[in-house]
């Protein structure tokens, strides 16, 4: 049985995923019912080529304001990026902002997750494989298939893995409450 992150069992989490970036912006929204996780809707925003860098960080504001209008979600969950390539983290690192920005526009919280550990929180090591983890989204929803993009699957495991360290923390404190 999964613990639920509420007092009421019937209360609902819904926590957008989000895995930013300028060309392709993977986006999830993941459901918590009491002990049930429902995957909500996923998908990939791809920004044209020929876009310059200012309009395709507008695109992905623009995408993101419409997804929390429609969907509502309870919070937000980011992929924080590893530094690497300088020019990457950039660019990674300008589209996470404008991620934070539409969520702190509409009061959500957000919360940011290095792959380590989403990779942890959904497969159980934070070394595990692009494919382990996919195996265990799959199975922790109950799915038979994944959307096509990477992009859109990572986005899933952000918020699958936010929903279950957000789980494990209300069992610590409910634990160290007796």
């Known amino acids: 049985m999964l613990p639920t992150l509420h007092d009421n069992p019937e209360e609902s989490l819904v926590v957008l995923g989000i895995d930013p970036g300028t060309q392709a912006t993977g986006y999830a929204l993941v459901e918590q019912q009491g002990e049930n996780l429902s995957l909500l809707s996923s998908r990939c925003h791809y920004n044209a080529t020929s876009d310059g860098h200012p309009k395709k960080l507008l695109h992905v504001h623009n995408e993101l304001k419409a997804i929390v209008a429609k969907w509502r979600p309870s919070e937000v969950a980011l992929e924080d990026f590893v530094f690497g390539n300088k020019q990457a983290a950039v660019a990674i690192g300008e589209a996470r902002a404008v991620a934070i920005l539409a969520a702190a526009q509409s009061d959500l919280p957000v919360f940011l997750y290095k792959p380590a550990e989403v990779k942890l929180a959904v497969a159980g ?54």
């Open 125 to 178: 090591s934070g070394g595990a494989s692009k494919q382990q983890v996919q195996q265990m989204v799959q199975l922790h929803l109950s799915v038979e298939t994944l959307p096509p993009s990477a992009d859109a699957t990572d986005a899933i495991s952000i918020a699958l893995g936010h929903i279950f360290k957000r789980t494990a923390q209300k069992l610590i404190k409910a634990r160290t409450k007796t």
